[in-house]
């Protein structure tokens, strides 16, 4: 595996592996690499013939407060679990690098669907994930590109983005892997105590409870959500931000439950919030399980 620093070095990389005919895929992640950024490293190497990770805590995705001098930093165990993946190169580049002319230079606007469930709570977040997503696929002009499920709405986003954008990648969205006892392995569960690591696998709960609901037959949006709140509350631990059912195109409120739709919720476990969902493709002869 080779590690790289800079763009430059990047963009040589992924326009000699073009050059010479290999289809490429780019895993974009911000470090601290867990058993499901490596689902992603797989899924990458069914599809493509040389795999990029990038490692990048992107400082314009965090809120002022929010955790960016503290997220998990450790770029030796990064590169030892990529390259034991099979990651080909692994390119860690500086906010300097990413952003040449400062934070407050160009970024991208994504509109609606960045302002509703995370948006309203981390306004600035998915300007800031849109923008370096868009800079990395500049770098590498990779064919696809993965994200995982658990951030369903960014998977939303950058689709939208793409669209938008007349990028020519395809987006792979990767199941979400979880720990045994359901919950979604995520960097920021290392922030968590062991009472509040007891506690966090509501969140799932809530959402198999409310799964089982619409595939009894409930298409009510409304009585789906009250039970997601009503299980979330369960937990005294758990503050919840929201629990609802959305469109899994546009994340519109889904009074109906049709077509593929996701059911969301957040929770603070003291300060650390989680996320999770579950997305559901609902036809007149059933439902079985989707992705965003
Ligand atoms: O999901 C993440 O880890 C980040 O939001 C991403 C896509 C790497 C952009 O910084």
Redesign the pocket.
């Known amino acids: 595996m080779t590690i790289v620093r800079t763009v430059e070095a990047a963009r040589t990389w992924a326009a000699d592996r073009r050059r010479s005919g290999a289809r490429l895929a780019l895993v974009?992640?911000?470090g601290a690499l867990h058993a499901g950024h490596l689902a992603h490293v797989q899924a990458a190497r069914q599809r493509a013939d040389a795999v990029a990770l990038s490692v990048?805590v992107?400082p314009t995705?965090f809120g002022p407060g929010e955790d960016l001098e503290r997220y998990p930093r450790d770029l030796d165990r990064d590169g030892a679990l990529s390259a034991a993946a099979g990651v080909d190169l692994l390119f860690a580049p500086s906010p300097r690098d990413m952003y040449p002319g400062g934070q407050t230079g160009v970024a991208v606007d994504v509109g609606a669907v960045g302002t509703v469930l995370e948006g309203k709570h981390r306004p600035t977040h998915f300007r800031g994930?849109a923008t370096?997503?868009c800079k990395l696929l500049a770098v590498f002009v990779p064919d696809i590109a993965t994200?995982?499920q658990k951030?369903a709405q960014?998977v939303v986003v950058v689709r939208h983005v793409v669209r938008e954008m007349l990028l020519p990648v395809e987006i792979v969205c990767i199941p979400t892997v979880r720990d045994p006892d359901g919950l979604a392995l995520s960097s920021r569960n290392a922030y968590l105590t062991a009472e509040q690591r007891r506690a966090a696998p509501v969140l799932r709960r809530a959402l198999l409870e409310a799964e089982a609901m619409v595939r009894a037959g409930e298409r009510r949006g409304a009585a789906v959500e009250e039970v997601l709140r009503a299980v979330l509350s369960s937990e005294r631990l758990a503050q919840t931000d929201y629990a609802l059912a959305v469109s899994a195109e546009d994340l519109r409120p889904a009074v109906v439950l049709q077509g593929r739709i996701l059911l969301v919720a957040a929770a603070r476990f003291g300060a650390t919030r989680l996320l999770d969902n579950t997305c559901l493709d609902v036809g007149p002869d059933g439902v079985s399980a989707a992705l965003p």
Do not use: A, L, S, Y
Request: glycine fraction near 8%; aromatic fraction near 16%.
């Open positions: 974009p992640t911000m990048f992107n995705q994930v370096v997503v994200f995982g951030d960014q």
